[in-house]
């Protein structure tokens, strides 16, 4: 089972970030239903390493606090593979993050180990599409885009299937803040 913990992003923002997808000329766009920020992707695991996160998930514990978009960005250097819009730096954030590894290390999970850099994915790019230009002219009419905070209540364990035209992500628990 594909699977990774998250961070819902509330109707509000979703709108906003739908909106704004709405003037992306260029690009596949996230569906906005499945709009979060990944605080750990466990990968392929089998259902006994999921149910083992769960319980381990069920002990967190961390005060709700507030997020806020601040800005847009792109992953993949000079050939953009995906663009998001980034989540200003948060302490908070930060140490729930850290949290929700060492439960799942203490489970037996070891999520991916690449650098924390929260955000929600709003589009990805095929390599050599040629979007440079359409990119450039978006991100420098939205470079002051940004959300008000939005608060962080909840955590949630999501499975993630894989179909043609994107991930469909199915919760299969939530952990209240």
Not at 66 to 88: K, Q, V, Y
Not at 111 to 136: C, E, N, Q
């Amino acid at each position: 089972m594909r699977a990774f913990v998250a961070i819902p992003v509330p109707e509000d923002i979703r709108d906003r970030l739908e909106e704004l997808q709405s003037d992306l000329p260029v690009g596949r766009l996230s569906d906005p239903g499945t709009f979060h920020v990944t605080l750990a992707f466990l990968g392929e695991e089998p259902v006994e390493r999921i149910e083992a996160a769960h319980e381990a998930l069920d002990r967190l514990a961390a005060a709700p606090f507030s997020l806020r978009i601040d800005g847009l960005d792109t992953f993949g250097g000079a050939a953009p593979r995906t663009l998001f819009a980034a989540i200003a730096p948060s302490a908070p954030l930060d140490a729930l993050q850290r949290k929700v590894r060492s439960l799942l290390h203490g489970a037996g999970i070891m999520p991916d180990r690449t650098r924390f850099r929260p955000h929600v994915t709003l589009a990805r790019f095929r390599p050599g599409s040629g979007i440079d230009a359409a990119l450039a002219r978006f991100l420098t009419r939205h470079a002051t885009f940004g959300t008000a905070p939005f608060p962080v209540t909840e955590v949630v364990l999501y499975r993630s299937h894989l179909t043609g035209d994107g991930a469909i992500h199915e919760a299969l628990a939530e952990y209240p803040l």
